[in-house]
């Protein structure tokens, strides 16, 4: 955590380097309001409407509210991390219209996922900010429609099962984060495809975006002469029901076992080395497929 004194101090020379500044954008004291009225109440911790007000969309606005005032007065690049309130949009769209070097993303649980939904105890669905409700999901879905929000990345969080709480279904005391990577990409088209939204769409947010706020859109993101073959096969027709062992990340906690994706990834270049091919994984894979873009 860093306060308004730490941001002023580290910009200015952030901003020299050219490189963005990635904020997980929420003010520690509309939290600790909503947490202080939840203890006064006596609230069940189990239940997701508590966790969800304990973490209330002000606490995103303020936050943003004080990077736009930051952005605007040091001109440093600032990139909003895991956006999930929708309310922030309408003054981030103004922030950009402004001319001022902000980048917003959202992340597949935000994208796929709604409030009413999250049944209680079920702390695998914890994250911070906190999924709400379907309304604002789709709100978060106009706003890369319209490109206030420039990206999706997963926010990965690869948490042993145990720091879950899955037993006592607290979400008071387990840890928040959300383990998605390998099922990101069909996670995000399956509610894409929903909406009309093209595939080239889910690209541009997944992969053409995110290389170029690295700084390495000369090498990644884009099928051309000249950059990196890392390409992934996708096949967008194929449903699956999510299990564990279609899982690719080590700790298999997740809110989206059970759920019924649309889109599969067949096969994972990397440089042109084929990394993963119909389940097989990195080192185990027995075939020298190499591919090039020419």
Not at 17 to 35: Q, R, S, W
Not at 91 to 115: D, I, K, M, Q, S
Not at 229 to 248: C, G, R, S, Y
Request: some cysteine; hydrophobic content about 40%; aromatic content about 6%.
């Amino acid at each position: 955590m860093v306060s308004e004194a730490e941001l002023r101090e580290a910009m200015p020379k952030i901003a020299e380097t050219g490189l963005p500044l990635l904020v997980h954008a929420e003010m520690p004291a509309p939290i600790d309001k909503a947490c202080a009225e939840l203890e006064t109440a006596s609230a069940d911790w189990s239940r997701y409407k508590t966790y969800l007000r304990s973490r209330p969309a002000e606490a995103e606005l303020a936050a943003i509210r004080l990077l736009i005032r930051l952005c605007r007065e040091y001109r440093c690049r600032t990139h909003v991390v895991h956006l999930a309130a929708a309310e922030a949009l309408a003054e981030l769209a103004n922030a950009r219209r402004e001319g001022l070097p902000l980048t917003v993303e959202t992340c597949p649980h935000y994208l796929f996922f709604e409030a009413e939904s999250v049944p209680d105890g079920a702390t695998q669905f914890k994250c911070a900010p906190p999924i709400r409700d379907a309304r604002n999901r789709e709100l978060l879905w106009q706003g890369l429609r319209n490109g206030v929000i420039d990206l999706i990345a997963t926010d990965h969080s690869p948490c042993p099962p145990e720091m879950k709480c899955l037993e006592s279904g607290s979400f008071r005391s387990a840890w928040g984060g959300i383990s998605s990577l390998s099922v990101s990409l069909p996670a995000v088209w399956t509610e894409a495809q929903r909406r009309g939204i093209a595939i080239t769409d889910v690209v541009r947010w997944m992969a053409e975006a995110p290389a170029k706020l690295a700084g390495m859109e000369s090498r990644k993101g884009r099928i051309a002469p000249g950059l990196d073959a890392d390409l992934v096969v996708f096949d967008p027709n194929v449903e699956n029901e999510i299990t564990e062992e279609k899982l690719f990340f080590r700790h298999r906690s997740t809110p989206y076992l059970g759920t019924h994706l649309k889109g599969q990834i067949v096969t994972t270049l990397v440089r042109g080395s084929v990394r993963f091919d119909r389940g097989v994984v990195g080192d185990n894979y027995a075939g020298t497929g190499e591919l090039r873009v020419k």
